[in-house]
T-cell receptor
Framework: DAGVTQSPTHLIKTRGQHVTLRCSPI?????VSWYQQVLGQGPQFIFQ???????GRGNFPDRFSARQFPNYSSELNVNALLLGDSALYLC????????????FGQGTRLTVV | DAKTTQPNSMESNEEEPVHLPCNHS???????IHWYRQLPSQGPEYVIH???SNVNNRMASLAIAEDRKSSTLILHRATLRDAAVYYC??????????????FGTGTRLQVTL
């Protein structure tokens, strides 16, 4: 079975640009969460979606947005990129929003120059 | 969210047991204790979780103090593949359709021959 897949794996963007990151959850999983991991830190929660509705939002500016599609895949959008947005962006899927176990993808490494 | 405290790093020899401590003195009665680990260049992966009783699975054991203010993740025989950052996370029981994982900085485990 395929795990959580994220695309692209690596990305370089210029300050001020916007970026879209994509995530496909494990088949049958209806919840997707997004995390940002800056070098040397643990992942920080950005959003959770369950059944296509936002169920949780972390302490991130409005430049960050996300959505979940009818097939439960998800996109994370970041506008007006700053140098500080450089990080590993992780997607996690779970069966339901409150499932015990979350399954993470390998992440998208975003570099803002 | 209640906070956890872990040592920044630990070392172990291969084939020996490893005890990874976690302090969570402000844990509430409904908080579960979760452990995730993150291998190099990968997303975090679930290891184990528990509430009050000690727990065992194929990956590890979780020993929970009687007052629940601390816990220990036990790897019975460390291998080189266990070298990773280990995160101790508290998570509320009744999260319904929404739940997030609040990661700290974790413990970096080094395993040597």
């Amino acid at each position: 079975d395929a795990g959580v897949t994220q695309s692209p794996t690596h990305l370089i963007k210029t300050r001020g640009q916007h970026v879209t990151l994509r995530c496909s959850p494990i088949s049958g999983h209806k919840s997707v969460s997004w995390y940002q991991q800056v070098l040397g830190q643990g992942p920080q929660f950005i959003f959770q979606y369950y059944e296509k509705e936002e169920r949780g939002r972390g302490n991130f500016p409005d430049r960050f947005s996300a959505r979940q599609f009818p097939n439960y895949s998800s996109e994370l959008n970041v506008n007006a990129l700053l140098l500080g947005d450089s990080a590993l962006y992780l997607c996690a899927s779970s069966l339901t929003g409150g499932s015990v176990e979350a399954f993470f993808g390998q992440g998208t490494r975003l570099t803002v120059v | 969210d209640a906070k956890t405290t872990q040592p920044n790093s630990m070392e172990s020899n291969e084939e020996e047991p490893v005890h990874l401590p976690c302090n969570h003195s402000t844990i509430s009665g409904t908080d579960y204790i979760h452990w995730y680990r993150q291998l190099p260049s990968q997303g975090p992966e679930y290891v184990i979780h528990g509430l009050t009783s000690n727990v065992n699975n194929r990956m590890a054991s979780l020993a929970i103090a009687e007052d629940r203010k601390s816990s220990t993740l036990i790897l019975h025989r460390a291998t080189l593949r266990d070298a990773a950052v280990y995160y101790c996370i508290l998570r509320g029981r009744n999260t319904g359709t929404a739940s997030k994982l609040t990661f700290g900085t974790g413990t970096r485990l080094q395993v040597t021959l």
